[in-house]
């Protein structure tokens, strides 16, 4: 393979190919992977490719933060591509935080692109990630999904992530920048061996003699992601053979459910969570071993937001009260993620959940066969303490309420992993 500039483009151009977007956002932190994709993407723009906008997420965990992301400022303009810089404000000093940095620098790009009507962010992770990332997963005993590769893109909040550089590896990206003169930041984390990461880069280099390197746990990764496709496919036939709907609700057939493999059954509990709970990573593999252990034994259990009810002849997956008890929109936006309700113009009416003292004053509730943790946990119109209409409990009122997440959405949902 030619490893020149123009190789090294083409290389990454081909992740967008062959609907490439019209403006592209890269996020650059100043080192040499980030920096590397800035420079590749550019090489990309000059050539015909699409137009570029950089941006800075500035954490404010280190004293040299800003002074950085302005010499990131300065190295765009020098290259006229456009240059923004974010800045998180909101971290209060406690948890755990590399995780949630990541979480805010993912949602404050996410904004800021809508507002720039980009719809496509690069983030420059490396095969050499891709590795570190494998070593951390083994470590805490991942199973077929946590050792597989990481998605090349990704989609969070309206806006998709993309892993362009997932194939190079980070010599590649440091000799091109070495070539042009542009000196990267060493971020001093990096040697802080306090942090996973650094530990999983320093095993590899220990691992490197007997011939596992970052390109031979890639390549792993990549094996494991095809394993991981296969098993969804299974769990999916699982899920349109014995997966029913009832008004946001997801109903297994019990006596299927215990048949099926293990590892379908865990599948089957983890799509139908997040499509319920609409969250944004699934929960630790502690979480559903002790969830399926629960099922087992005819236990119910609440998790990510949900509660699973579990009885001889099926399962019910449906919203938990706690999780929806304090969310409240106004009637034409979207309520918890998942509901549109439409009806009468009323003003100054609200969405919130229905609760127990709501579900008191629905005297058709029980013709709608839907158990009462169900219907509390539902969407229901309220104007100053009066229930107005709650139609998953038969009041209706002239309202109805829609799953913005249909059927199709909670079966295609098994083969995006």
Request: aromatic share 6%; proline share 4%.
């Amino acid at each position: 393979m030619t490893n020149g500039p123009d190789a090294l483009r083409d290389r990454i151009a081909g992740h967008f190919l062959p609907s490439a977007p019209d403006r592209l956002a890269v996020a650059v932190s100043g080192g040499s992977d980030s920096l590397g994709l800035l420079v590749v993407l550019n090489d990309w723009r000059l050539s015909g490719g699409p137009a570029l906008h950089a941006v800075t997420v500035d954490h404010r965990l280190r004293p040299d933060s800003a002074q950085e992301a302005s010499k990131v400022a300065a190295l765009c303009a020098g290259m006229g591509v456009p240059h923004d810089i974010l800045t998180w404000t909101d971290w209060d000093g406690r948890g755990n935080v590399p995780d949630q940095a990541r979480r805010a620098r993912y949602g404050l790009m996410a904004h800021w692109a809508r507002g720039q009507g980009i719809t496509s962010v690069a983030i420059g992770h490396t095969a050499d990630d891709q590795a570190e990332t494998f070593l951390m997963r083994l470590a805490r005993g991942a199973g077929v999904d946590g050792l597989s590769a990481m998605s090349d893109r990704h989609e969070s909040d309206g806006v998709t992530f993309c892993r362009p550089a997932l194939s190079v590896f980070r010599h590649e990206l440091r000799t091109l920048l070495e070539q042009r003169g542009i000196a990267w930041i060493d971020d001093p984390t990096n040697d802080d061996l306090r942090y996973e990461r650094v530990k999983a880069r320093a095993a590899l280099r220990a691992l490197a003699p007997l011939g596992i390197t970052a390109a031979s746990l890639a390549t792993v990764a990549h094996r494991m992601s095809d394993a991981r496709q296969t098993l969804y496919l299974y769990a999916l036939q699982a899920a349109r053979q014995h997966v029913r709907f009832q008004s946001g609700d997801l109903i297994i057939d019990r006596p299927a459910f215990d048949d099926v493999p293990r590892e379908t059954a865990r599948r089957l509990l983890l799509v139908s969570l997040k499509w319920i709970s609409g969250a944004e990573y699934v929960p630790r593999g502690r979480a559903l071993h002790d969830l399926l252990d629960a099922v087992s034994v005819g236990r119910d259990m609440t998790l990510q937001g949900c509660l699973v009810a579990s009885r001889k002849d099926h399962l019910r997956i449906t919203r938990e009260w706690k999780a929806v008890a304090s969310e409240r929109c106004e009637v034409t936006d979207i309520w918890d993620g998942r509901w549109r309700v439409e009806g009468p113009d009323i003003a100054g009416a609200e969405l919130r959940a229905l609760g127990k003292e709501g579900l008191s004053h629905c005297s058709e509730r029980r013709e709608t066969g839907l158990p009462a943790v169900s219907m509390i946990a539902g969407p229901a119109v309220w104007k100053e303490g009066q229930l107005l209409a709650a139609p998953l409990a038969g009041l209706e009122n002239g309202w109805r309420a829609m799953l913005v997440r249909d059927e199709e959405a909670y079966f295609a949902s098994f083969l995006s992993h």
